[in-house]
């Protein structure tokens, strides 16, 4: 290679041809410093946009939650009544097929709703309603605690639900040690055993207005997001052991089989009769017939039709109605449709598919001409709950405006009849009255005295 010469003409030494050869290269890295400059100005400027956009995400979950706190309010005499009624409650999770179903906790009452449980449900269900909320304000902002093992906590290990260096008080057994028998809430000390009834009801609305059969990921992320939900309302600071993670997992089939009694005695409604003649059963056996359309297909049935003969009215048979009554609005202010208002108003799709579903269950059980026990369990209501979901959102796709009036007008009809007012929502002004207003203002300054 020629050797490099400076702008006189003369050649370089050897001392200044390595001193040039060092700096001629400067460049490359002066455009590679300005690459990686712009590049970290990129990364800095998407940064700042997804913080902008978190940060507006946080001011509306936080105005939501300051609204629906001051919505709602349950006394402290539900608290005791829900302590109470503990032993009840857990007795019947000995067996599935007398479970209860929704009774209102205390420290749910200020769970909010958001459209923040996408990641906890089915999708195509949640993007049609603003869903439930235990997660709600917070969803993805809080941390898990290690599953770590503690010789102090009363026997049990620590719960898989989270990870933070904060430490957490471990709960303590009522008594001081492990009970024996089955585990149930009132095993714990009471501030501990209020939490588990929160945590229940909380998990149940999950379960009947969200996804009736959630695999075990999202039983454990329920669990996790409805405990932590129902500490931060009680104002404590508690670890999710193991112990009281399978104690809320195990609601789901207490919870589903409490609706089926509560449709058993339904039944009567739809033309069905206990004796045993020989008359009656053949009745019965033809009102079976002719309520699931003579066929094994759901798609057949007719019996959630308002009108049965003319089939209209879908999804709105009396039954239907009356099952969602005894279910969620039988206690008034305390019934888990009052609480949750934003989540049941209007009523969630999952919620009427599992009604109806349920109510199909039961009327199988009279094919024979007299009543046959159908075992209720997943395998058997599932594809039935999924069918009529499906139907459901596909209905509603064909006008969903209609449809989320009638499902918000099913809503207020059911607080009517628990003697509760309909929901009013916050419209503004009329046009009449604004009209009005900007007649009346057009000639005013708000200076004089007939202005005041």
């Given at each position: 290679?020629?050797p490099?010469?400076?702008?006189?003409?003369?050649a370089?030494?050897?001392?200044?041809?390595e001193?040039?050869?060092l700096l001629?290269?400067?460049?490359r890295p002066?455009?590679?410093t300005?690459?990686?400059?712009?590049s970290?100005?990129?990364?800095?400027?998407?940064l700042?946009?997804?913080?902008d956009?978190?940060t507006?995400?946080?001011?509306?979950l936080?105005?939501?939650?300051?609204t629906?706190?001051?919505?709602?309010?349950i006394?402290q005499?539900q608290?005791?009544?829900?302590?109470d009624?503990?032993?009840?409650?857990?007795?019947?999770?000995?067996d599935?097929?007398?479970?209860?179903?929704?009774k209102?906790?205390?420290?749910?009452s200020?769970?909010?709703?958001?459209?923040?449980?996408?990641?906890?449900?089915?999708s195509?269900?949640?993007?049609?309603?603003?869903?439930?909320?235990?997660?709600?304000a917070?969803?993805g902002h809080g941390?898990?605690?290690?599953?770590?093992?503690?010789?102090h906590?009363?026997?049990?290990?620590?719960?898989?639900?989270?990870t933070t260096?904060?430490k957490?008080?471990?709960?303590?057994?009522r008594n001081?040690?492990?009970p024996?028998?089955?585990?149930?809430a009132?095993?714990?000390?009471p501030?501990?055993?209020?939490?588990?009834l929160?945590?229940?009801?909380?998990?149940?609305?999950?379960?009947?207005?969200?996804?009736?059969?959630p695999?075990?990921?999202q039983?454990?992320?329920?669990?996790r997001?409805c405990?932590?939900?129902?500490?931060?309302?009680?104002?404590k600071?508690?670890?999710?052991?193991?112990?009281?993670?399978?104690l809320?997992?195990?609601?789901?089939a207490?919870?589903?089989?409490?609706l089926?009694?509560l449709?058993?005695?339904?039944?009567k409604d739809?033309?069905?009769?206990?004796?045993?003649?020989?008359?009656?059963?053949?009745?019965?056996s033809?009102?079976?017939h002719q309520?699931?359309?003579g066929s094994?297909?759901?798609?057949e049935?007719?019996?959630?039709?308002?009108?049965?003969?003319?089939k209209?009215g879908?999804?709105?048979?009396?039954?239907?109605?009356?099952l969602?009554?005894?279910?969620?609005?039988s206690?008034k202010?305390?019934?888990?449709?009052?609480?949750?208002q934003?989540?049941?108003?209007p009523?969630p799709l999952?919620?009427l598919?599992i009604v109806?579903?349920?109510?199909h269950?039961?009327?199988k059980?009279?094919a024979?001409?007299?009543?046959?026990?159908?075992?209720f369990?997943?395998?058997?209501v599932?594809?039935?709950?999924?069918?009529?979901?499906?139907?459901?959102?596909d209905?509603n796709t064909i006008?969903?405006?209609?449809?989320?009036?009638?499902?918000?007008?099913m809503?207020?009809t059911?607080r009517?009849?628990a003697?509760?007012a309909a929901?009013?929502?916050?419209k503004?002004?009329?046009?009449?009255f604004?009209?009005?207003a900007?007649?009346?203002l057009?000639?005013r300054?708000g200076?004089?005295?007939?202005?005041?």
């Open positions: 290679m020629a490099h010469r400076r702008s006189s003409g003369l370089l030494s050897d001392d200044e041809e001193l040039e050869v001629l290269p400067s460049k002066r455009k590679a300005e690459k990686r400059k712009e970290e100005e990129e990364s800095h400027e998407k700042q946009r997804q913080l956009r978190l507006k995400k946080h001011a509306n936080k105005r939501t939650l300051q629906q706190k001051a919505s709602v309010a006394t005499e608290e005791e009544h829900d302590l009624d503990d032993d009840e409650l857990f007795e019947s999770e000995e599935d097929n007398e479970p209860s179903v929704m209102t906790g205390s420290f749910d200020q769970c909010t709703i958001s459209q923040q449980l996408s990641s906890l449900s089915r195509r269900s949640v993007s049609q309603r603003q869903c439930f909320d235990y997660h709600y917070t969803k941390k898990r605690r290690s599953a770590t093992s503690d010789p906590s009363a026997g049990e290990p620590r719960g898989r639900a989270t260096a904060t957490h008080k471990v709960p303590q057994y001081g040690q492990l024996s028998g089955d585990p149930k009132s095993d714990y000390e501030t501990v055993s209020r939490l588990i929160s945590t229940i009801r909380i998990w149940e609305v999950c379960l009947f207005t969200i996804n009736a059969f695999d075990q990921d039983q454990l992320e329920w669990a997001e405990w932590e939900s129902a500490c931060r309302t009680a104002g600071d508690y670890e999710l052991v193991d112990r009281i993670l399978g809320v997992r195990e609601r789901g207490n919870a589903r089989g409490g089926r009694d449709a058993h005695a339904l039944m739809f033309g069905f009769n206990k004796q045993l003649s020989a008359e009656t059963k053949i009745q019965n033809s009102r079976h309520l699931l359309g094994d297909d759901p798609g049935a007719i019996f959630y039709f308002k009108d049965i003969e003319q209209k879908y999804w709105q048979n009396d039954a239907v109605m009356n969602l009554q005894q279910g969620f609005f206690k202010a305390a019934s888990s449709g009052m609480v949750h934003l989540t049941f108003w009523l999952p919620l598919a109806i579903a349920t109510l269950v039961c009327i059980e009279w024979e001409g007299y009543h046959q026990s159908i075992m369990t997943e395998g058997n599932k594809p039935l709950y999924e069918h009529y979901l499906a139907a459901l959102e209905y006008n969903s405006a209609v449809v989320t009036k009638l499902r918000t007008k809503y207020d059911l009517h009849r003697g509760m929901v009013v929502s916050t503004g002004l009329s046009q009449e604004r009209r009005r900007q007649e009346e057009a000639g300054t200076d004089t005295d007939s202005d005041s």
